[in-house]
């Protein structure tokens, strides 16, 4: 063979493994690169989410803490409330016990007064805590729901 065709090929193949090598380095910067934008990508979803899940569960402490003070405020009315219903209930016993020293009729008038009052007053007790714990769990329920 040619000493000129002999260079020729070693020369040939020096340049073609040269250019393979750097084309090699370069696909691999390349896919690098790739991976890392996406893991940079999924950090930053996984960060959305997390902010996402902290924004949710601050609403539902919020909610939460606002249905417990509503409760409270319901129980220190219906303390109020009962104060008032036993006030009312002094009242008609003492008109009672006045009435029964004068007329029959009005004792009568007055007892039936008594246990109507004190009936009306336990079941509109009884529907206002039903009332007020339902608005309270729809509160709730409202201001805990995703926006």
């Not at 129980?75 to 008609?92: K, M």
């Amino acid at each position: 063979m040619n000493l000129t065709l002999i260079a020729s090929l070693i020369s040939a193949a020096a340049a073609g493994l040269a250019g393979f090598g750097l084309a090699w380095r370069l696909q691999t910067a390349t896919i690098n690169d790739m991976k890392l934008e996406q893991a940079n990508e999924r950090i930053s979803l996984q960060r959305a989410a997390r902010a996402a899940i902290e924004r949710q569960q601050s609403a539902v402490s919020l909610a939460q803490a606002a249905a417990v003070q509503r409760r409270r405020d319901l129980d220190a009315v219906r303390r109020d409330s009962d104060t008032a219903i036993d006030g009312l209930r002094n009242a008609t016993a003492a008109a009672v016990r006045a009435a029964s020293a004068s007329l029959d009729a009005c004792l009568i008038g007055a007892n039936a007064l008594s246990v109507v009052s004190t009936q009306c007053s336990a079941e509109l007790t009884t529907l206002a805590g039903h009332c007020d714990g339902h608005v309270s769990d729809l509160k709730l329920i409202t201001e805990s729901w995703p926006n």
